[in-house]
């Protein structure tokens, strides 16, 4: 905290990502008016405390929508359709010693046809919806608000329910205190075994301990993460020794075009302060 304050002590305006900016740190940035949030959660920011003190908060809404819904489904047609391994087969001189003109080493499966369930249906959730009845699956969804109804077929379910039936489950809802630990033993065992679980949310979403031990324990096919936890990913990370488990380090939403939008809105909200007119506030 003292290299936070150091840093910002004359500040008027700052921009954070994944530097905390608590009560007690925003007291004593007397000159602070206006965070800038560079990204779309914002829960790294006491927007209570700081509304108290009269420093507007605004983060970036939309500008991974597409990169992190297309990053979902890499992560699931990797799982069913399996290309790295077989490539990795293929250089390791696999395919040359089968004699064969086509080899799997697992069995291969569309995605047309299966079910995907949804935990969270904002803007980013509904991009995987769209994109995941194009594919042909059927959607399941779920959130504390139930919106307009998007111009394709879903099903709302409660959370087990959602769990019990899909083939697949994702994860894009913000991190709550309601919600932090939510996928857990019980909700992972009650899974199908050849269910895939994926996150590209929040990593505290998901208890650590209890996927890995899913994934030991064979209650589910699989699990891709892009977040977890604590991150960078501690050595000492269970899920660091679990099979079936696909771990990359937070980049769902760092496609090129999406971290151009991401520093063109979020100067555009530093502009917009400026001017008196305050867009994309969250406090």
């Known amino acids: 905290m003292d290299q936070i304050i150091e840093r910002s002590l004359d500040a008027d305006v700052l921009l954070t990502n994944k530097t905390p900016l608590s009560e007690e740190t925003l007291a004593q940035l007397p000159q602070l008016k206006f965070v800038g ?6 829960n790294i920011v006491d ?23 297309e990053y979902v489904f890499a992560l699931l047609l990797n799982f069913l359709r399996q290309p790295q391994l077989h490539s990795d087969l293929v250089h390791q001189g696999e395919w040359n010693r089968t004699n064969e003109w086509s080899f799997w080493r697992r069995p291969l499966a569309e995605v047309a046809g299966r079910t995907i369930g949804i935990v969270g249906f904002g803007r980013i959730g509904r ?13 399941l969804v779920n959130d504390v608000f139930q919106g307009n109804p998007p111009s394709y077929p879903v099903a709302w379910r409660s959370i087990p329910e959602l769990f019990a039936e899909a083939d697949v489950v994702t994860l894009h809802c913000n991190l709550t205190p309601e919600n932090t630990g939510l996928i857990n033993r019980a909700l992972l065992q009650s899974m199908k075994r050849s269910a895939y679980l994926i996150n590209t949310s929040r990593g505290p979403l998901v208890r650590d301990a209890d996927l890995a031990e899913a994934l030991h324990a064979g209650w589910i096919a699989g699990a891709a993460l892009d977040v977890v936890t604590v991150e960078p990913i501690p050595a000492d990370n269970p899920l660091l020794q679990a099979p079936n488990l696909t771990l990359t380090p937070h980049i769902a939403w760092a496609a090129v075009e999406a971290r151009r939008r991401l520093t063109k809105v979020a100067a555009e909200n530093i502009a917009a302060f400026q001017a008196g007119q305050p867009i994309n506030l969250v406090n």
């Open 37 to 42: 949030v560079l990204a779309t959660g914002y």
């Open 47 to 69: 927007v209570k405390a700081a509304r108290a003190r009269g420093i507007a908060v605004a983060n970036v809404p939309i500008y991974g929508t597409d990169a992190v819904a």
């Open 127 to 139: 991009r995987v919806g769209e994109l995941a009845a194009a594919f042909k699956m059927k959607v």
